[in-house]
Nanobody
Framework: VQLQASGGGLVQAGGYLRLSCAASERTFSRYGMGWFRQAPGKEREFVGGISWSGGSTAYAESVKGRFTISRDNVKNTVYLQMNSLKPEDTAVYYC?????????????????WGQGTQVTVSS
């Protein structure tokens, strides 16, 4: 599966962005999807995940109530709506696909990764 993330950019604190991740395969709907982020000098961390059907989601505590993950299995795309952005949300954001039947939260549970998109939140 090839994944193409987009939608990153520079935004002021309190602003919003919507990230998109387009998948190359028609079998997109069989994969659970996740968003991770990595700031300079830090490990890659889980942001949010969604099951293959979209029926289950999970979020990191730091983004709960501000970020929403969703998917469109017709368009083979997963989204991350990010509201009330904070400077600490600044990172490269990656989308990933997993064969797991439950929402996966660890990077090693994901089999395919997109190239990343930079999100910068200014104070």
């Amino acid at each position: 599966v090839q994944l193409q993330a987009s939608g990153g950019g520079l935004v002021q604190a309190g602003g919003y962005l919507r990230l998109s991740c387009a998948a190359s395969e028609r079998t997109f709907s069989r994969y659970g999807m996740g968003w991770f982020r990595q700031a300079p000098g830090k490990e890659r961390e889980f942001v949010g995940g969604i099951s293959w059907s979209g029926g289950s989601t999970a979020y990191a505590e730091s983004v709960k109530g501000r970020f929403t993950i969703s998917r469109d299995n017709v368009k083979n795309t997963v989204y991350l709506q990010m509201n009330s952005l904070k400077p600490e949300d600044t990172a490269v954001y990656y989308c990933a696909a997993s064969d797991s039947r439950v929402v996966a939260k660890r990077p090693r549970q994901y089999d395919y990764w997109g190239q990343g998109t930079q999100v910068t939140v200014s104070s």
